[in-house]
């Protein structure tokens, strides 16, 4: 959550801020400014973490709700509102503060339509679901590049909603940024729900696998021995994807041999390279968290800000947004300063944002019986 909230708030602040993650938006021999990069690179891991925890903390919950006995009519229905809020959020918040006048379909999209779609994808069994999510990622390079600009081409945009990403003409005004590449009237899709949904489909196997393991003694070190060897043979394809430069980058080709090459990655659709890449990384990272949990037993304070901000991640989601972006047009600042100016505005944003966060926490677990657990 920080990680994404230094990102958001360079985007509201700073002007240098790179966006070339995608063949739609990079042509050879664009600027990349190390510093400018690897501030933006940092945050990727985000949103492929975002998916992957979603569906591990769906089937934490809801196979807990299956082996209670509580009915599928209640479980699939509960999963189909949170979903619908979630796309809901994104329509008609987030677009509000980011792109007035225009629709962008971002993460909360996403996330919301992978939601719905797991509703009947539960019920499959974990072996297929593995292979069928790995079969999308493959699939979406192999037969749906991404488009930058298709007028009037309504099976385009289908193919943009579902594997590749791309921009249409609607007749939609003031599109903000995009303005920049000729394109005043249009409606963008980020983040297609079928390359995402496998990242949350991967994360479901794994809750399961924490539900089946969850009585052993060794379970945490189990754990990270699993996620250290999916993240090494993960980062492996990254290497083998980026070094033959071919297929599995989303045409977003490296150009030379170094570092910033190596790691430009496509992330709008996300390629196979980078989605082995990002999720190599957290896993990774996960089996260190694992082991450290496991050093550090119980005792672990529950005010401590990266906690916080984890327990409330839709409401920090939501929130942060609208404090960056109000906060920098009213100050003059909208993507009017640099880097220093934006890490000054992301710091000061969790001060004021922790303790409304910590708040938030505290009112939910106070009324768990109402609208807010779809939140």
């Known amino acids: 959550m920080i990680l994404m909230a230094t990102d958001h708030a360079s985007g509201a602040y700073n002007t240098g801020r790179l966006v070339t993650d995608s063949a739609l938006m990079y042509q050879a021999g664009m600027p990349l400014p190390p510093l400018q990069f690897f501030h933006r690179w940092l945050s990727h891991i985000c949103a492929p973490t975002f998916l992957f925890l979603a569906g591990t903390a769906l089937a934490l919950s809801i196979e807990r709700k299956v082996a209670r006995g509580d009915g599928a009519g209640s479980i699939d229905r509960d999963m189909f509102v949170r979903g619908l809020i979630i796309l809901g959020v994104d329509l008609f918040f987030i677009n509000w503060f980011w792109f007035p006048g225009a629709i962008l379909l971002q993460v909360m999209y996403a996330i919301g339509v992978a939601m719905i779609l797991m509703i009947p994808l539960r019920r499959l069994p974990s072996p297929v679901l593995i292979a069928g999510g790995i079969a999308i990622l493959f699939a979406a390079e192999l037969f749906l590049p991404p488009q930058l600009f298709v007028p009037g081409d309504a099976g385009s945009m289908f193919k943009a909603l579902t594997f590749g990403a791309g ?40 809750g399961r696998w924490l539900l089946a393991h969850k009585d052993e003694a060794d379970g945490d070190s189990r754990a990270a021995r699993l996620l250290f060897g999916i993240g090494t043979a993960s980062l492996a394809l990254f290497l083998v994807m980026r070094g033959f430069n071919t297929f599995g980058n989303e045409q977003l080709y490296r150009l030379d ?96 944002l922790y303790p409304i966060c910590r708040w938030y926490r505290s009112f939910k677990t106070a009324h768990v019986g109402t609208v807010l657990r779809y939140m």
């Not at 394109?183 to 729900?193: L, N, Q």
């Not at 992330?267 to 496991?294: D, H, N, W």
């Not at 929130?319 to 906060?327: A, G, K, L, P, R």
């Open 257 to 352: 041999g170094s570092l910033v090459q190596w790691l430009h990655v496509s992330k709008y659709p996300p390629s196979v390279a980078f989605t082995a890449l990002e999720l190599g990384l957290m896993c990774v990272i996960l089996a260190g968290l694992f082991l450290l949990q496991r050093r550090a037993g119980e005792d672990v304070n529950p005010d401590n800000p990266v906690l916080v901000f984890g327990q409330t991640a839709f409401f920090f989601y939501v929130i942060h947004i609208f404090f960056y972006e109000t906060t920098s047009r009213l100050l003059g600042l909208h993507m009017a300063g640099g880097l220093g100016t934006s890490t000054i505005a992301m710091v000061v944003g969790l001060v004021v």
């Open 167 to 206: 921009i249409f003409d609607t007749g939609l005004e003031n599109f903000g940024p995009w303005g920049a590449l000729g394109i005043p009237d249009a409606f963008a899709v980020g983040y297609p729900v079928l390359p995402w949904l496998a990242m949350m489909v991967f994360g479901w196997v794994f």
